[in-house]
């Protein structure tokens, strides 16, 4: 028979397991016999007071932990069992060495997936322990980019502290480590072409355990309209992303992506071909100015400039490439310019540009964005259109002055300059006029180098009172001459050796070419 003493006994062993089996994370031996009680160290005389150490915020969800990863593990109330100062690296192994459990093997496995498997671990020791898993620094992470790119290749990224730091550094801040974006790769990269069509933005992702890919879509055009930062997502170690090439330029579109900031670099020249009428054909180099618009200077942000630059917008333009070309000819076609330019896949794309649309509706989106190794042709006029050309003669990729040479029997022969759209008469009267005791007033011989190289000569009855015409008052293009015969000239070769006798042996018509710098 028990005495009261057994019961008082009883009672406090009851009670005591009791208070152990309602505690969390408290060792199971204290007042059970286990066998694997007796290699844990004695349990705590007091509650201590729950801590875990500061740690940055996790990068992103769905995290693939790899070899290199730096982690932050805390176990609620057993600080002790989380390691010296509960940081850990992912061995050379895929694992992490934990106090008491021994390694546990996390490669491949997301934060969240390798969070449950070491608690799963502790399970084996603690009551429902509660653990908590941080990314401390992200390993270095590789990811490929191909397509419609400056540069297209592999990147490594280091992790980026705070979302500023750039690939190549391991900065933590406060802010925590974010992985590397869609964006800032394409920053990495130098930005798309102009033909990139960055609404279909394709991402292959490797799967944990499974050879199959996930193929993810990206509409950066949607980031540009909406500011959607859903879009431009966070990348992964493997990463595969792919710009494709547009099938059907959009004029519009292919403007505001040339300004964003994942675009080609305007700060870096380009070179580009201008063909067929211009005034110097041939491969060109566009720069950006130094000042950018609203008189920012990149050098000294802090001081203003007093006035703005418009070359400094750095966007090059079909206009821009023809002003460097020196400017179209008389006989330029400005309706049927086209841009030849080749995409990553080695395809050619022909864009057809209207610049007379440009001139008259004021359409911008003819004046196309140009990209590094493109090829403007100029087309020739089938036949001259004069109700147009003065539009085009003060278009701002014409030139700015004509150079032509008058000689013979006027006041001051020899090469001048004229503004765009001189007429002959002009020319003349900028010349001083005829000579009136030894010109032939009637008529003048005009001589064109046309741009295919062939020489065009024209006699042209003069008639002062005449407005613009083709027949008696032409408009004059670049390197035209003007022959002023003495009076009573019959031919245009007896004129010109008599009125150039007594400036040496100038014969026949290259003769005279040559005579005024035209011919070598």
């Given amino acids: 028979m028990k005495t009261l003493s057994d019961y008082q006994h009883l009672f406090q062993k009851t009670t005591i397991a009791s208070i152990t089996l309602l505690g969390f994370s408290l060792p199971l031996f204290v007042g059970v016999e286990s066998a694997k009680g007796q290699f844990l160290p004695p349990p705590p005389v007091a509650v201590p007071t729950p801590t875990v150490n500061p740690a940055p915020a996790p990068i992103s969800e769905g995290y693939i932990l790899g070899v290199g990863d730096r982690v932050q593990i805390d176990i609620f109330n057993v600080p002790e069992y989380s390691g010296p100062n509960g940081q850990h690296q992912v061995s050379i192994d895929g694992a992490l060495n934990l106090p008491l459990v021994g390694t546990v093997p996390v490669q491949g496995l997301t934060t969240e997936q390798a969070t449950e498997a070491i608690k799963q671990r502790y399970a084996e020791y603690l009551q429902r322990p509660l653990i908590s898993l941080t990314l401390l620094s992200a390993r270095p992470m590789q990811i490929a980019i191909a397509g419609e790119v400056q540069s297209p290749g592999a990147y490594t990224f280091s992790g980026i502290a705070g979302g500023n730091a750039m690939p190549g550094s391991v900065t933590p801040s406060s802010g925590g480590l974010q992985l590397p974006r869609v964006t800032q790769l394409l920053q990495m990269a ?74 080609s670099s305007t700060s870096q020249p380009i070179s580009v071909a201008v063909v067929g009428e211009v005034n110097r054909p041939g491969s060109h180099t566009l ?234």
């Fill in 190 to 263: 130098g930005g798309v072409t102009a033909l990139a069509d960055i609404r279909q933005v394709k991402i292959r992702r490797k799967q944990p355990g499974s050879t199959v890919e996930q193929i993810l879509s990206v509409d950066l055009w949607e980031l540009l309209q909406t500011g959607d930062l859903r879009q431009d997502i966070s990348l992964r170690d493997g990463d595969t992303v792919y710009i494709p090439t547009v099938t059907d330029l959009d004029r519009v579109e292919a403007r505001q992506v040339a300004v964003a900031n994942f675009a």
């Fill in 287 to 520: 720069a950006a100015s130094q000042t950018t618009p609203g008189g920012f200077d990149p050098e000294n942000p802090q001081q203003p400039t007093a006035s703005p630059s418009v070359e400094g917008m750095g966007v090059f333009t079909v206009t821009r490439a023809i002003k460097t070309a020196g400017g179209i000819t008389g006989m330029a076609d400005i309706r049927n310019i086209e841009v030849r330019r080749l995409s990553r896949t080695g395809t050619e794309q022909v864009i057809s540009v209207d610049l007379w649309s440009l001139l008259q509706e004021g359409d911008l989106t003819q004046d196309i964005v140009l990209q590094q190794g493109d090829t403007i042709v100029v087309p020739t006029a089938s036949a001259s259109n004069f109700n147009q050309s003065d539009n085009v003669a003060m278009a701002s990729f014409s030139p700015d002055a004509v150079k032509i040479s008058v000689v013979g029997e006027v006041m001051r022969p020899g090469p001048i300059q004229v503004p765009p759209n001189t007429s002959l008469n002009q020319a003349l009267a900028a010349a001083g006029g005829f000579n009136q005791s030894r010109a032939n007033t009637k008529s003048v011989e005009l001589i064109r180098v046309n741009a295919n190289g062939t020489v065009v000569r024209q006699t042209i009855a003069v008639d002062m009172s005449q407005e613009v015409n083709e027949q008696n008052n032409p408009i004059l293009r670049h390197n035209d001459v003007i022959v002023i015969g003495r009076s009573g000239s019959a031919a245009f070769q007896d004129g010109v050796g008599g009125v150039l006798g007594k400036l040496g042996p100038v014969n026949g018509i290259f003769g005279v070419l040559r005579f005024v710098g035209i011919l070598d």
